[in-house]
């Protein structure tokens, strides 16, 4: 059971917007930054979002981030086949001192 | 280019132990907080230590207090996590990774813990 919640799957077609959630506390998302990993299938996991809404160079416009209170959202627009892939959201947490994972949300290109 | 290479993942017996290294490249590991993150096969991202720039701070995840410890030399560039009393749950692919909060992600070292 992951400290933060995460839609286990999520879909669309190609050129559509998805948006996956991540749910949280105030001890996490409440208090600190969200980021967001993609993690293509067979490799290591990359950097897609940080502090909330920022995008790491190279990382396209298509990808963007918000975060309200104890919950953030990953949107994804103009859909591709290659962001087929798994997703995850991350943040610090002031009561456990460490570092939490949403379970990860498995996008499908339909 | 950043680069990170672990390695020292196998086969170990439970109760037994291993040692993991990440060699740093394209940065200097000195500047960076590093962290180690694995994944159980099939299973999602699971944090499980970080350690500050001079190696003064380390946090882990409860459940691999007492048994792990992660450590760096910066002259060396290197990352390290010792494991010792491994549990079957332990079985992973362990990712080196800079920062608290991660940016750069190596390809991971796989450990298994079976009889």
């Known amino acids: 059971q992951s400290v933060l919640t995460q839609p286990s799957s999520a879909s669309g077609t190609p050129g559509q917007r998805v948006t996956i959630s991540c749910s949280g506390s105030s001890s996490n998302i409440g208090s600190n930054y969200v980021y967001w990993y993609q993690q293509l299938p067979g490799t290591a996991p990359k950097l897609l979002i940080y502090?909330?809404?920022q995008r790491p160079s190279g990382v396209p416009d298509r990808f963007s981030g918000s975060k309200s209170g104890t919950s953030a959202s990953l949107a994804i627009s103009g859909l591709r086949s290659e962001d087929e892939a798994d997703y995850y959201c991350?943040?610090?947490?002031?009561?456990?001192?460490?570092?939490?994972f949403g379970g990860g949300t498995k996008l499908t290109v339909l | 280019e950043v680069q990170l290479v672990e390695s020292g993942g196998g086969l170990v017996q439970p109760g037994g132990s291993l040692r993991l290294s990440c060699a740093a490249s394209g940065f200097t590991l000195s500047s960076y907080w590093m962290s180690w993150v694995r994944q159980a096969p099939g299973k999602g991202l699971e944090w499980v230590a970080n350690i500050k720039q001079d190696g003064s701070e380390k946090y882990y995840v409860d459940s691999v207090k007492g048994r792990f410890t992660i450590s760096r030399d910066n002259a060396k560039n290197s990352l390290y996590l010792q494991m010792n009393s491994l549990r079957a749950e332990d079985t992973a692919v362990y990712y080196c990774?800079?920062?608290?909060?991660?940016?750069?992600w190596g390809q991971g070292t796989l450990v298994t813990v079976s009889s």
């Open positions: 502090s909330n809404n």
């Open positions: 991350a943040a610090w947490d002031d009561s456990l001192s460490g570092w939490v």
């Open positions: 990774a800079r920062q608290l909060a991660p940016d750069y």
